[in-house]
């Protein structure tokens, strides 16, 4: 609820951050933002109404690569929500080997509980950075213990109104600690090696499959194993202080913070704030035109009942306690192809009240794609290319002509939509990624219509080749 009182963005700036990534589907992008305002709303309105509201999950139809998954994590991203993307398809009806559908309520669980215990951390940095500092210390020069008949040899003995014949072993020991800890802040002793305990990483994993409550048991077995064997065993490994300190304020701010209150905290986030983003929802619809109804269509009515009661709010039970799911926010996507959306089951369509049809991109379109965005794919490459040395600049030709041999590609052989972009210029860029930096070590290239037209329009004019460049 913290992170939502925060973020108090109304539905004109929740889209204008959603339009630095995502171009067009502007009806999807006010859906979006106005069940994300909702919330905020809700959190605002009379405690006595509070726990009536219920929020209008979405239902997304639309071919693939034209956003609707973007959009769904954007704005989890943006709310600072836990967010799962699951596939409708891989949930079985209870009964069945495979996941129950109580399984993605489950894993959001652990994904609130891991960004709400990283949000602690971060809280607990300044702390955990002063205990890791005189840890290190600890290692490199160790604390008195017991009385030493010789004296340190690291103390000035010229310094004013301090005679080391005299001192004692702590005040030595203490002003030695002194100046390896002005080195440390210095950065002086980064590349220097210590021996530290480090948590093992290798736990036994195991998965359940079977009839509901199996999967859960299966992680309550798995935390039995572990305290069976004395939790997590330590082990020792040698590093420069500059990693080892980066492990061990890891370790520290994990011992600093209160795991009750982050699992508390997170429970509350997930039934508040949780977003789940169900897609390929259309696989488990049942296809009208089809006349014949085998055991595919019994499965697949199977997975739509046991969601209902998730979406329409039902309790939880995961390791970390009770999870209501009333005010998780669905968002439903698939693109309905062979299917529609009212070949789901009545209760089911009922539960995704609004339905939003993004439309598919267009060569303008791909333009603005290629172009706009903060994570452009022309600025990823651009980037990638930079750390070689190499600057690489794209005319307005260039792209436009990029843009017109999707549009083109997409038409004639599979409307996969903005993915084409990611194979087109793959392919476009293949010969210089190759080339650097063996034969281009560094400086600028300029990347014009033309070049693109010589490496590109014979395979996109070709029916038999285009799908190369699938």
Same mark, same amino acid.
Request: no cysteine.
């Given at each position: 609820m913290k992170l939502i009182e925060q973020q108090n963005l109304t539905p004109r700036q929740i889209v204008a951050e959603l339009d630095k990534y995502i171009i067009g589907q502007q009806k999807a992008k006010r859906s979006v933002s106005i069940a994300l305002r909702n919330r905020w709303r809700r959190l605002k309105s009379d405690p006595e109404i509070r726990d009536e509201i219920i929020p209008n999950n979405i239902l997304m139809i639309g071919p693939t690569g034209v956003g609707?998954? &973007?959009i769904a994590r954007r704005l989890a991203k943006l709310a600072g929500a836990p967010f799962i993307k699951v596939e409708a398809s891989k949930f079985t009806e209870v009964g069945y080997v495979g996941r129950d559908v109580e399984s993605m309520i489950r894993d959001l669980t652990d994904i609130a509980i891991n960004m709400v215990k990283m949000e602690m951390q971060e809280r607990v940095k300044g702390k955990a950075a002063e205990i890791v500092e005189e840890k290190i210390l600890d290692i490199l020069i160790p604390p008195v213990r017991k009385k030493k008949s010789t004296t340190s040899s690291t103390v000035d003995s010229k310094e004013v109104g301090f005679?080391?014949?005299?001192? #004692?072993?702590?005040?030595?020991?203490?002003r030695t600690r002194e100046r390896f800890r002005d080195k440390l802040k210095n950065g002086e002793l980064e590349d220097r090696e210590i021996e530290i305990e480090v948590d093992s990483s290798k736990t036994p994993m195991? @998965? %359940?499959f079977g009839p509901q409550g199996m999967e859960e048991m299966g992680m309550n077995l798995q935390d039995m194993l572990g305290n069976l064997s004395g939790g997590r065993k330590k082990t020792k490994r040698t590093l420069p202080i500059s990693e080892a300190r980066e492990i061990m304020l890891d370790q520290e701010a994990e011992k600093l913070i209160d795991h009750e209150a982050a699992v508390q905290e997170a429970l509350e986030r997930v039934q508040n704030q949780g977003i789940v983003f169900i897609d390929e929802i259309d696989k488990v619809a049942s296809d009208s035109s089809s006349s014949s109804k085998g055991s595919g269509e019994v499965s697949r009515q199977g997975v739509q009942r046991d969601l209902?009661?998730?979406v329409e709010g039902s309790t939880v039970n995961t390791k970390h306690g009770i999870v209501k799911t009333d005010h998780i926010l669905f968002v439903g996507s698939g693109a309905f192809h062979v299917s529609k959306p009212s070949d789901l089951i009545p209760e089911l369509q009922g539960r995704f009240p609004i339905r939003v049809e993004l439309s598919s991109l267009t060569e303008e379109d791909f333009f603005n794609i290629l172009t706009q965005p903060k994570n452009a794919l022309t600025k990823q490459y651009q980037a990638m290319l930079q750390s070689e040395g190499v600057r690489v600049e794209f005319s307005e030709g260039a792209i436009r002509e990029i843009a017109k041999i999707a549009a083109e590609v997409n038409q004639q052989v599979e409307n996969i939509g903005a993915r084409r972009l990611h194979t087109i210029? #793959?392919?476009?860029? &293949?010969?210089?990624?190759?080339? %650097?930096p063996d034969d281009i070590q560094s400086g600028e290239i300029d990347i014009?219509? &033309?070049? %693109? @037209?010589n490496q590109l329009s014979g395979l996109a004019k070709d029916k038999d080749l285009s799908h190369y460049i699938l």
């Open positions: 609707k998954t &973007e005679n080391p014949d005299k001192a #004692s072993d702590a005040e030595l020991n203490e195991m @998965q %359940v209902l009661p998730i210029l #793959s392919s476009l860029l &293949e010969e210089l990624l190759f080339a %650097v014009d219509r &033309e070049y %693109v @037209q």
